[in-house]
């Protein structure tokens, strides 16, 4: 399996598969988060797994000082075009310190966690974001819902966009969904992967717990509606970080 995001994520085909995953999407997204969280005008944000940027571009839109990271470089420099004054963007591994005692508020957002073939890896991320967390801000985790996802798994799918056939197979093994993507693009093909650790909610509030992240709040979907651990599509977990009196 190995560290398979190093190279799918890279690829265009990765774009042409997840072409539904629009700025509007994003926007909507980010338009129920900041409702719900009443963040002071002036906060630091960071969007850790920022991907090409969509989610950090609409939260700088409401004037916040943001910061978005991703491991690929080739993801990065696409959201390069976006950036200005008060949106920065850097290719960073989360698994290593970024900025200690930093951001209002972090988000890792759209299941960019989980993908570590080390549960050591996932440990070390979990610290590592936390890390960038203010005394007393704000995390927040977008991950997929393990039950949704094993009860309402299709094992094969095929998929046709812009003359490139996708063959999609996923399965459960060691508790992670994985997903094969066999691309054929003319007379040529290539196989990608896929690999998540499926983390129940009890299981990421005790991940995070010794990073003094105390999970407050719980939705199901990106319109925070109320979590069903058996209905819901999502798991966005609200933590709020401890505040250490000197």
Not at 27 to 48: G, P, S, T
Not at 190 to 218: G, N
Request: aromatic content about 14%; hydrophobic content about 40%.
């Amino acid at each position: 399996m190995g560290e398979w995001f190093k190279t799918w994520f890279d690829t265009t085909y990765y774009d042409i598969l997840y072409d539904d995953r629009d700025e509007l999407e994003a926007e909507e997204f980010i338009q129920h988060l900041l409702r719900y969280l009443n963040l002071d005008q002036k906060a630091f944000v960071l969007d850790i797994g920022c991907s090409t940027g969509r989610h950090a571009l609409a939260l700088a839109e409401y004037g916040f000082d943001v910061t978005g990271i991703d491991l690929s470089l080739n993801r990065i420099e696409k959201a390069l075009v976006y950036q200005n004054e008060h949106l920065n963007f850097y290719q960073h591994d989360m698994r290593h310190l970024f900025r200690i005692n930093y951001y209002d508020v972090v988000f890792n957002l759209f299941t960019s966690f989980g993908y570590f073939e080390s549960p050591n890896d996932d440990q070390k991320a979990a610290l590592s974001m936390a890390l960038n967390v203010k005394n007393g801000g704000i995390f927040v985790l977008d991950y997929l819902n393990s039950h949704y996802v094993v009860d309402g798994l299709i094992h094969e799918e095929h998929i046709t966009k812009q003359n490139i056939h996708f063959d999609i197979t996923k399965k459960l093994l060691n508790n992670r969904v994985i997903k094969q993507i066999v691309v054929c693009d003319h007379d040529s093909c290539q196989m990608f992967e896929e690999s998540v650790r499926l983390y129940s909610l009890a299981e990421i509030e005790l991940l995070f717990a010794p990073c003094r992240l105390k999970l407050t709040q719980v939705f199901g979907n990106h319109q925070l509606e109320p979590y069903d651990a058996l209905k819901s599509e999502r798991m966005i977990c609200i933590f709020k970080k401890d505040i250490i009196n000197l």
